[in-house]
């Protein structure tokens, strides 16, 4: 886990973060008034975005799997980086806004189908305070299709 700011990310890092950036407007949050955005980058370079949706019903997804499954609709399911962002309705965070456990779950999953250590980009909405960290360091010793006997080839 490293922690650093905007200028010390590289332009990759840099572009997939102001990708989630500018989707965090999109949310639909009458409820929690919290506005997040997410972006994955592609094994192939491609960038996938989503912000979180909810209802009245207190149901809701996150931005984080809202970007897997708008990718999964484009048939995309091989990750490199994730990047998180947030904002409060009236106020900025002041720490990095961190995948929910069921994110970090799903965000697991794609990096079972990825055959790689999926790095993650979380940010204040400043982007003053970002820390870079992985999967495995969000969701260590996670259950996976590996342990249920899973071959995820098919699927990827
Ligand atoms: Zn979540």
């Given at each position: 886990?490293?922690?650093?700011?905007?200028e010390?990310?590289?332009?990759?890092?840099?572009?997939?973060?102001?990708a989630?950036?500018?989707?965090?407007?999109?949310?639909?949050?009458?409820?929690?008034?919290f506005?997040?955005?997410?972006?994955?980058?592609?094994?192939?370079?491609?960038?996938?975005?989503?912000?979180?949706?909810?209802?009245?019903?207190?149901?809701?997804?996150?931005?984080?799997?809202?970007?897997?499954?708008?990718?999964?609709?484009?048939?995309?399911?091989?990750?490199?980086?994730?990047?998180?962002?947030a904002?409060?309705?009236?106020f900025?965070?002041?720490?990095?806004?961190?995948?929910?456990?069921?994110?970090?779950?799903?965000?697991?999953?794609?990096?079972?189908?990825?055959?790689?250590n999926?790095?993650?980009?979380?940010?204040?909405?400043?982007?003053?305070?970002?820390?870079?960290?992985?999967i495995e360091?969000?969701?260590?010793?996670?259950?996976?299709?590996?342990?249920?006997?899973?071959?995820?080839?098919?699927?990827?």
């Open positions: 886990m490293i922690e650093t700011n905007y010390g990310l590289n332009a990759e890092q840099k572009e997939l973060l102001d989630a950036a500018e989707v965090m407007e999109t949310a639909y949050n009458p409820y929690s008034g506005f997040v955005g997410a972006a994955l980058r592609t094994k192939d370079g491609r960038i996938f975005t989503g912000s979180n949706v909810e209802n009245a019903a207190h149901g809701s997804i996150c931005a984080e799997r809202s970007a897997i499954v708008r990718a999964n609709a484009e048939g995309c399911r091989q990750f490199t980086d994730v990047a998180v962002i904002r409060g309705t009236d900025d965070t002041k720490e990095v806004t961190s995948p929910c456990g069921a994110c970090r779950q799903m965000l697991f999953e794609a990096a079972q189908l990825s055959s790689e999926l790095k993650a980009i979380l940010s204040t909405t400043n982007k003053d305070k970002i820390v870079l960290t992985t360091e969000l969701l260590p010793l996670g259950f996976g299709p590996g342990d249920l006997g899973i071959d995820l080839e098919r699927f990827r």
